[in-house]
């Protein structure tokens, strides 16, 4: 349930700008109706309506996701209150300015923000948080913790980059479609990476079946 929820945005940011992608017409026309008092000049035209359209489901999807954990009573992390931040004021500024490139920032924004706190939790507070997520799992040397906590700092920033590269170099639609599929499927190459090189340092009470 917690995993849906935390692609939640993801997955309805994918499906509105593909659906309106299909008929950019109907997709300008509609935004034009139901969102054009959010729009600078009050008129969306059909080619930024797909991205529009989707920023705007990407926000209400993002403020509903941190809405059900705090009726539910959960706690709301650090990230999520980033995403909404990045979201509400990026989001915005693209619905605005009819401009794509605010919304295109927010996944950078997200990955530097998670790079910057876990270097920051380890070199200024003495808190390794991959650690503190992991360690009742598995036990390592705090020296295998630290290259952990590195790679993913390095892995962050460097995906960071990647999204702009992306931004800056291809379609919206081929964004899109990066921003799901391809960032999903680099994470998972870094995480199956991960833990071959973890099972290379497990204890060998750990190693066996």
């Known amino acids: 349930m ?3 929820l935390d ?6 940011f ?3 700008f593909k659906g309106a992608e299909g008929n950019p017409e109907a997709a300008a026309a509609f935004a034009t109706q139901h969102f054009g008092f959010l729009v600078q000049g009050g008129v969306v035209g059909p080619k930024e309506a797909p991205v529009l359209l989707a920023t705007v489901v990407v926000m209400l999807a993002t403020l509903a996701q941190a809405a059900i954990l705090k009726v539910r009573g959960q706690k709301i992390d650090l990230m999520l209150w980033i995403s909404l931040a990045l979201v509400v004021v990026l989001g915005g500024a693209t619905i605005w300015f009819h ?5 295109k920032w927010k996944p950078t924004g997200l990955y530097w923000a998670m790079a910057l706190t876990l270097w920051l939790s380890l070199a ?3 808190k390794n948080l991959i650690q503190a997520m992991l360690g009742a799992q598995l036990k390592l040397p705090d020296a295998i913790w630290a290259t952990l ?3 993913w700092v390095l892995f962050f920033a460097a995906m960071g980059v990647v999204n702009l590269y992306v ?4 379609s919206t639609s081929a964004w899109a479609n990066f921003k799901v599929f391809g960032v999903t499927g680099l994470i998972l190459v870094f995480t199956v990476a991960q833990s071959v090189y973890l099972g290379k340092h497990l204890p060998p009470e750990e190693d066996k079946p």
């Open 7 to 12: 692609f939640l945005p993801l997955i309805l």
């Open 99 to 103: 401009n794509e490139t605010f919304i």
């Open 167 to 170: 931004a800056y170099n291809f």
């Open 149 to 151: 906590n590195r790679a």
């Open 124 to 126: 200024v507070f003495g």
């Open 2 to 4: 917690k995993l849906l």
């Open 14 to 16: 994918f499906i509105a």
